[in-house]
């Protein structure tokens, strides 16, 4: 039996609406769901509750308006791969943009593809670090039930000693009174 695709959503956010459409319309076509939103009000009701897997925000100023908005995102949600689209910034403040907690910055003019490439990057990072995650969940896991069977032996331990012990004082007289003792 053949394991079904999960088709992940992509918060969508444009400049106006016309940009917010045109990116929409370029993530629906690579294959992801779109939930989109108009303005940065609404963006802690829409991503509270809901499984979105990735964020496209446009920002005009990407000094002030990306790192502002990619701080504000991991506040509400820490999963989301986000990608910011923006003009040119420079290299330091593309790079405290990154630090910040986007996956990417991208830079337009969009070239085809290049939107596409860092959202299945992206994504595949994301299902890495989750793996990752499950490993050490489970290895915490393991690590607790080993603790756990180390006690035990432990405790077994102490009473074959203390059986053995008492072994050797009944094996070692004859005497009744002294093995009763």
């Known amino acids: 039996m053949g394991q079904e695709a999960t088709v992940h959503t992509v918060l969508v956010r444009g400049r106006e609406p016309e940009s917010t459409s045109a990116l929409a319309q370029r993530i629906v ?35 002030h308006e990306a790192q502002s908005i990619v701080a504000k995102i991991r506040d509400i949600q820490t999963d989301p791969t986000i990608l910011i689209v923006g003009p ?12 910040g907690g ?3 910055y991208l830079t337009e003019p969009l070239r085809a593809g290049r939107l596409e490439d860092a959202l299945v990057q992206g994504l595949d990072v994301r299902e890495s670090y989750f793996q990752v995650r499950r490993l050490s969940e489970q290895l915490t896991q393991a690590n607790k039930d080993l603790a756990h069977e180390r006690d035990s032996l432990a405790r077994w331990n102490r009473n074959l000693v203390g059986l053995n012990h008492l072994g050797q004082a009944i ?5 009744m009174e002294e093995i009763v003792h």
């Not at 040119?88 to 630090?99: N, P, W």
């Open 102 to 104: 986007a996956y990417d």
């Open 88 to 99: 040119d910034c420079g290299a330091e403040v593309a790079a405290g943009i990154l630090r």
């Open 29 to 63: 076509q690579a294959g992801y769901g779109v939930e989109t939103v108009e303005e940065c009000a609404v963006l802690e009701s829409t991503l509270r509750g809901r499984a979105i897997d990735a964020v496209v925000w446009q920002v005009s100023d990407a000094a």
């Open 171 to 175: 094996a070692g007289t004859l005497d």
